[in-house]
């Protein structure tokens, strides 16, 4: 299949990491349902999304369908998409990036192989060889997640990023040394930095990093939007408004595994996602009825406070 033609996607602004939804009691994707979710952060003026990343639970799908959402996806998104196709091995993730390009993604997000630990050598060989193979048809992303598996050292990111075979740098460590260090990597040439993790996005952006990937931007686009709108346009009180609000969420979604508060927050917002991958303990599903009174109150406070800040 020849790959359309992608979008000259700007890695800039604030891209949406969507959650993945699924049928009840199977591990079947439930691709209406996913579509809904591709138009929900665009519809708050998100500058686009990102599809199969952490937030997107990938582990858990097979190929069929993850390939299958990423050409449903182009089809059905109006905003650039950057599509997840980590694998834990080299052959795998080559062969989603082959499926991905053909669909028409705009950009690729490659982390290290997971589950196994590697040293640094064997993962600036792998990524290295992974740019190689895709042939450079769309801008690749790295993931850098030490959380889920072999972080991406700032030295290796430096080698990586002098070959040119990068575009940039999706960090989700959250590590804000580690960040900084990044951030002198984009001043020297063209190698976008985004944050991906939330904790610290709005840190970030006034740094100068170029964008953030945030999951929490699957569930309260509005805020992220209205984060990114203050920061670039010198309006603080804003920002530091939709900050706070970011936090309050935050606060609540980290008592959870991750993604689950995403999740149930989406569904609150009323799009299906269908049911977490894994039950909660009692005491977890108990401050999960808490979380879900606390958002039905908070979230039409907040989308207020963010729009007037």
């Known amino acids: 299949m020849m790959p359309r033609a992608s979008r000259?996607?700007?890695?800039?602004?604030?891209?949406?990491?969507?959650?993945?939804?699924?049928?009840?009691?199977?591990?079947?994707?439930?691709?209406?349902?996913?579509?809904?979710?591709?138009?929900?952060?665009?519809?708050?003026?998100?500058?686009?999304?990102?599809?199969?990343g952490s937030t997107g639970e990938f582990v858990d799908f097979s190929f069929t369908d993850r390939q299958r959402l990423v050409y449903l996806g182009m089809k059905r998104s109006r905003s650039p998409v950057i599509a997840g196709i980590s694998h834990s091995s080299f052959d795998g993730a080559v062969q989603l990036?082959?499926?991905?390009?053909?669909?028409?993604?705009?950009?690729?997000?490659?982390?290290?192989?997971?589950?196994?630990?590697?040293?640094?050598?064997?993962?600036?060989?792998?990524?290295?060889?992974?740019?190689?193979?895709?042939?450079?048809?769309?801008?690749?992303?790295?993931?850098?997640?030490?959380?889920?598996?072999?972080?991406?050292?700032?030295?290796?990111?430096?080698?990586?990023?002098?070959?040119?075979?990068?575009?940039?740098?999706?960090?989700?460590?959250?590590?804000?040394?580690?960040?900084?260090?990044?951030?002198?990597?984009?001043?020297?040439?063209?190698?976008?930095?985004?944050?991906?993790?939330?904790?610290?996005?709005?840190?970030?952006?006034?740094?100068?990093?170029?964008?953030?990937?945030?999951?929490?931007?699957?569930?309260?686009?509005?805020?992220?939007?209205a984060l990114g709108t203050a920061i670039a346009a010198g309006d603080e009180a804003r920002a530091s408004e939709a900050d706070s609000r970011l936090q309050q969420f935050i606060e609540w979604i980290e008592r959870f595994p991750a993604p689950v508060g995403v999740r149930r927050a989406v569904e609150l917002r009323g799009k299906k996602c269908g049911p977490p991958m894994n039950p909660l303990s009692p005491a977890r599903a108990g401050e999960m009825e808490a979380f879900e009174t606390w958002f039905r109150e908070w979230l039409p406070v907040t989308k207020k406070a963010v729009a007037r800040a």
């Open 8 to 52: 000259q996607i700007r890695l800039k602004g604030i891209f949406a990491a969507i959650p993945t939804p699924r049928r009840e009691r199977t591990l079947e994707l439930d691709f209406s349902a996913a579509l809904e979710l591709i138009d929900f952060p665009a519809e708050a003026g998100a500058d686009g999304i990102c599809i199969l």
């Open 97 to 225: 990036a082959d499926e991905a390009v053909s669909s028409g993604a705009d950009a690729l997000l490659v982390m290290p192989p997971y589950f196994f630990r590697y040293e640094q050598e064997e993962v600036e060989a792998y990524l290295l060889e992974f740019a190689q193979a895709s042939g450079g048809a769309v801008p690749i992303l790295l993931y850098n997640i030490p959380q889920f598996t072999t972080g991406i050292a700032s030295e290796t990111v430096a080698r990586l990023a002098a070959s040119g075979l990068f575009a940039g740098i999706k960090d989700s460590a959250g590590d804000w040394s580690y960040f900084e260090t990044l951030l002198a990597l984009r001043k020297e040439g063209e190698f976008a930095v985004l944050a991906g993790n939330d904790r610290i996005a709005g840190r970030a952006l006034r740094a100068g990093a170029d964008g953030v990937v945030s999951g929490c931007a699957a569930a309260i686009p509005e805020v992220l939007v």
